[in-house]
């Protein structure tokens, strides 16, 4: 499994790890999403390379901004 770790900022609580959470489990081929605001942290898995164009659009689309580690 693949997995690409991203620094998300902007994000302050549960509710922000939530709408990351959401908005990144629509990508097809995600699998796992794994999201902390404490640490800015996201890290997204899934079985094939993970696009990470659609990853920052969806980031994007929850309210925030994002860039690959």
Same mark, same amino acid.
């Given at each position: 499994m693949a997995a690409n770790e991203?620094? =998300?900022t902007?994000?302050?609580c549960g509710h922000c790890e939530m709408s990351v959470r959401e908005e990144v489990e629509t990508i097809e081929g995600v699998e796992g999403?794994? =999201?902390s605001a404490q640490t800015g942290r996201l890290? =997204?898995?899934g079985a094939?390379?993970?696009?990470d164009a659609q990853v920052l659009a969806a980031v994007e689309e929850a309210g925030y901004t994002a860039v690959r580690v």
């Amino acid at each position: 499994m693949a997995a690409n770790e991203y620094r =998300v900022t902007g994000m302050t609580c549960g509710h922000c790890e939530m709408s990351v959470r959401e908005e990144v489990e629509t990508i097809e081929g995600v699998e796992g999403v794994e =999201v902390s605001a404490q640490t800015g942290r996201l890290i =997204v898995s899934g079985a094939a390379g993970i696009d990470d164009a659609q990853v920052l659009a969806a980031v994007e689309e929850a309210g925030y901004t994002a860039v690959r580690v």
